[in-house]
């Protein structure tokens, strides 16, 4: 995109559709799931759905209003703020961290991509029919186990990504995201619907709604904000960037309903298709990041139709992951672009490839480097734990900080199009109640 005169959304309805694209993904799926089951249900998932509203809200709104203002990268809109406000130039390091986060959560999301790539071609190919649990889970552990198949799927994961980067084409996808999302969410509603066959559902309703407080720890509270932060790409410098794209006509607010709705929706409805297979099958939910690769094609093995509708599924998510990871190269191909002489293919090419690089790295902790511990944790848990845990609250906060702090309250008002109680509403909740929310919980997790 011209770096001169800064283009904008052909229509708001592009940018919706490009905030959902990069939203929905494999956190809706894959990591929400697996997080509920390793966190004991639903505590977790009503703490998230709480950070969601109280804490996702408010920063999405905030980062795409420092981006609008800015009408540039995240790292150059936040100096350039902060100048123009009588601040230190320091606030640019919101930006920084933020493509920085945005670099290491796409190595290990690459993987997972991988994950899905491969199920797609494995239901094309029937390798999942008529597998028992036992079947399926021996199929995934041999992928875990085999360093050389993870790259390869890993690698052309990411090849895609680059591709899509390099060609500047990102825009052409939004007509597929268009007709693909519905396609996900309906496919999603018939899983609902097979697990209320199960006999397992109510179950299923209990353990994602029916909340444990004994249970709860800081740990549990944080991993429920890491979550918001990571399902709604916050706090790495995404939505400011597409902020940066954005017309004076479109109301952020209701925008932010909108896209945060939808994503919301879509992870409570892959819980509430995931949980009844699991508990159908004797599994248990806390069996970490495998849990949908492992359940779902149990389900689908056994169902009428489950051959086409697997297909179907992996098919859908992979393109969902596609939008995201997309998404996550985008900022760090932009930073290379401006501060190197390199060209657009160029640049992407050697962003791709340093992230592809720590992508091994994470694969391996799946198998030769499995008791390579760094704090206790192996590469991959370690590279999603920094972000999701620290980096991504820790950018998101310094977002809302600056705008509830640092820019004058009265056109901040003005620009959301808010007056009176809504005003006084968003005023508080921006300056104290998702703040202290975050520090709150970062510091007892921490502990
Ligand atoms: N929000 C995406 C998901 O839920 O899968 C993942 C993601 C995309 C995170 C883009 C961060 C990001 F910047
Ligand atoms: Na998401």
């Known amino acids: 995109m011209s770096k001169l005169v800064h283009a904008q959304w052909s229509s708001k309805m592009t940018f919706v559709l490009a905030a959902a694209g990069s939203a929905v993904g ?41 981006g609008r203002r800015g009408q540039e990268n995240p ?4 100096a350039d703020l902060a100048r123009q406000n009588g601040r230190l130039p320091a606030w640019a390091l919101v930006g920084a961290s933020g493509v920085l986060a945005a670099f290491l959560i796409l190595s290990f999301y690459s993987v997972i991509g991988g994950w899905s790539l491969s199920y797609t071609l ?16 021996a199929l995934f552990g041999g992928l875990l186990g085999s360093p050389g198949i993870l790259t390869l799927w890993h690698t052309a994961f990411m090849a895609l990504v680059i591709f899509i980067v390099a060609r500047g084409v990102t825009k052409g996808l939004e007509g597929a995201v268009r007709t693909l999302m519905p396609g996900l969410v309906l496919l999603l509603i018939v899983l609902v619907g097979y697990g209320m066959t199960t006999g397992h559902f109510g179950e299923a309703l209990a353990f994602m709604f029916r909340p444990d407080w004994s249970a709860v720890t800081g740990g549990v509270v944080l991993a429920a904000m890491g979550q918001a932060f990571f399902t709604l790409s916050l706090g790495m410098g995404i939505m400011m960037a597409y902020g940066s794209y954005l017309g004076e006509d479109v109301n952020l607010v209701g925008t932010a309903r909108t896209v945060i709705i939808l994503d919301t929706v879509i992870a409570l409805l892959a819980g ?7 508990f159908a099958n004797g599994m248990s939910p806390a069996d970490g990041p495998g849990l949908i690769f492992v359940n779902l094609p149990v389900a689908f093995g056994n169902m009428t139709g489950g051959a086409i509708l697997g297909l179907m599924f992996f098919l859908l998510l992979t393109f969902a992951a596609l939008t995201s990871a ?56 370690l590279l999603d734990t920094f972000t999701s845990k620290v980096l991504l609250p820790l950018t998101g906060l310094g977002a809302i900080l600056f705008v ?29 109640v998702a703040p202290i929310g975050v520090i709150v919980v970062f510091v007892t997790g921490l502990l």
Not at 123 to 137: E, H, L, P, W
């Open 122 to 137: 494995g239901s094309v190919t029937g390798r999942f029919t008529g597998q028992d649990a036992d079947g399926i889970g």
């Open 75 to 78: 790292i150059n809109a936040m």
């Open 404 to 432: 509830a702090w640092c820019l004058e309250r009265q056109s901040v008002a003005s620009e959301l199009n808010l007056t009176g109680g809504k005003e006084q509403l968003w005023h508080v909740v921006a300056r104290y």
């Open 272 to 278: 509430m298709a995931i949980f009844p297979i699991v």
């Open 326 to 381: 997309i998404s996550l190269l985008e900022p760090v191909v932009e930073l290379v672009e401006e501060r190197t002489p390199l060209t657009r293919v160029a640049a992407t090419l050697i962003s791709g490839v340093a992230v592809w690089a720590l992508g091994i790295a994470a694969l391996m902790s799946f198998n030769v480097w499995d008791s390579v511990l760094i704090f206790g944790l192996n590469i991959f848990d």
């Open 26 to 66: 494999l956190g809706n799926i894959w990591r929400f799931s697996y997080m509920v089951g390793d966190s004991g249900g639903a505590a977790f998932v009503l703490i998230y759905l709480a950070c969601v509203a109280l804490v996702g809200l408010p920063i999405l709104v905030a980062e795409w209003l420092i």
